[in-house]
């Protein structure tokens, strides 16, 4: 509200306010001198947080006098504006056999209102990736909006997956928006490649035919194998490492195939035996083996004599082997068993002497046969011959009574010594 007082009278008294025309602002009269400065349609604080106005006052007096004065007015702020992403959705990628907590990217979200409507968080809505939550794949930062990687991604398992973040103010109530985010996991080559065929089989021998009568050119057979890996670590390529006879098969670089390169002659060998590595393009390249035994023969029984030796052979090296440390198992045990019940039984009879040795029992007196005590005095009516035998064994010793001899109060004891 705005008064203005011009002390001339008539026409020289009457005054009139204005404003500007570029601010969204009128100035209304109420009452005599009185104005009002209101609105004209609606104030934005994003667009002008403060307005400089000037308002001008003028007499109707010849000439005119004027008088302005201008006024600040801020705008305060309210939360009217949802954070706004820098992109409409994002893609990042990442190479495989990655370490868990490792950085991606990061989301960033501008909000236009002022201080606390401002301050944007960002959060990972829930939702699931294969069935596993999305929570155990990727990690967010609440405030600066960088994604990590929780766990160590693996693209046989898993190619690409997408999740949304959502930016949120802190103004009440709080205004949000959501963004897409795309993962895109690169192959790294971490698998060697994987013969299908021929089977490598542990025990048997499967080889193939060749007739002697096989031209040059003639297909043997084809080492097929595949790469679970992808792009250029999946293109494989076959050479041939070693052989029994190089000049007589090849290996195709691309297809696998193995062909002879000359006319099968009798001189070549019955068993042939190639062994053909399989290659794929990664950097650096991972490589598989393959054995292939080759039978150069126009009969079925040729080829099963010249086979089954070498099988056998094997058995028979592989049993005797088995029995080998079965019977050096049987002998350690067998020692260590002896060995437990000696130690037991020395500690055991050293224990009943050291008991024996010890012992505080009383010692009762042994009398010989016809003992008399006379009248209390303990000695003997008769005397007695005594004749001790003692062998190196103790348990053979023999003791031998003679008869009786005078009547004197006397006790004689002899005692030989027999030594055998």
């Given amino acids: 509200m705005i008064n203005t007082e011009d002390l001339d009278s008539g026409d020289n008294g009457n005054v009139k306010c204005f404003i500007s025309d570029n601010v969204p602002f009128i100035l209304k009269l109420t009452r005599n001198n009185f104005y009002n400065l209101i609105t004209d349609s609606d104030l934005d604080r994003e667009r002008a947080s403060e307005y400089n106005i000037t308002v001008t006052c003028s007499d109707e007096g010849v000439p005119s006098l004027s008088s302005s004065v201008t006024l600040t007015l801020q705008i305060s702020d309210v939360n009217d504006n949802a954070p706004v992403f820098e992109r409409s959705s994002y893609e990042a990628y990442i190479v495989e056999n990655n370490t868990p907590g490792l950085s991606m990217f990061t989301v960033k979200a501008t909000d236009a209102d002022w201080n606390q409507n401002a301050r944007v968080s960002y959060i990972l809505e829930d939702s699931s990736v294969n069935g596993v939550p999305v929570s155990s794949h990727v990690s967010v930062s609440a405030d600066s909006g960088v994604i990590h990687a929780v766990r160590s991604f693996d693209y046989e398992q898993i190619k690409d997956f997408h999740f949304s973040v959502k930016a949120q103010d802190g103004g009440s109530p709080p205004l949000s928006s959501n963004v897409t985010v795309k993962i895109m996991i690169q192959d ?150 002896c060995l437990v019940v000696i130690i037991s039984v020395k500690i055991y009879r050293w224990r009943q002497s050291r008991i024996l040795y010890h012992s505080n029992l009383p010692v009762i007196p042994y009398y010989p046969p016809r003992y008399s005590d006379t009248l209390g005095t303990g000695t003997l009516p008769h005397v007695y011959n005594y004749e001790v035998c003692r062998t190196t064994d103790s348990r053979k010793s023999d003791c031998k009574f003679g008869r009786a001899g005078s009547q004197n109060v006397t006790f004689q004891n002899r005692i030989t010594n027999c030594c055998t």
């Fill in 188 to 337: 790294q080559n971490d698998n060697p490649p994987q013969v299908l065929y021929p089977v490598q089989t542990g025990g048997s021998l499967v080889a193939e035919m060749v007739p002697r009568s096989a031209d040059v050119g003639y297909l043997v057979t084809k080492v097929v194998a595949v790469d679970v890996d992808s792009g250029q670590n999946a293109w494989l390529s076959y050479k041939l490492q070693k052989a029994t006879d190089r000049a007589l098969f090849e290996v195709g670089l691309q297809n696998g195939e193995i062909r002879t390169i000359r006319q099968v002659t009798d001189k070549d060998a019955v068993k042939q035996r190639l062994t053909v590595i399989v290659e794929d393009n990664g950097q650096p390249s991972r490589s598989a083996t393959v054995v292939v035994n080759v039978a150069v023969a126009d009969s079925f029984p040729e080829v099963l004599s010249e086979f089954t030796e070498l099988t056998h052979d094997k058995e028979y090296n592989d049993n005797l082997t088995f029995y080998l440390v079965l019977a050096l198992a049987v002998v350690s045990f067998l020692f260590i068993t």
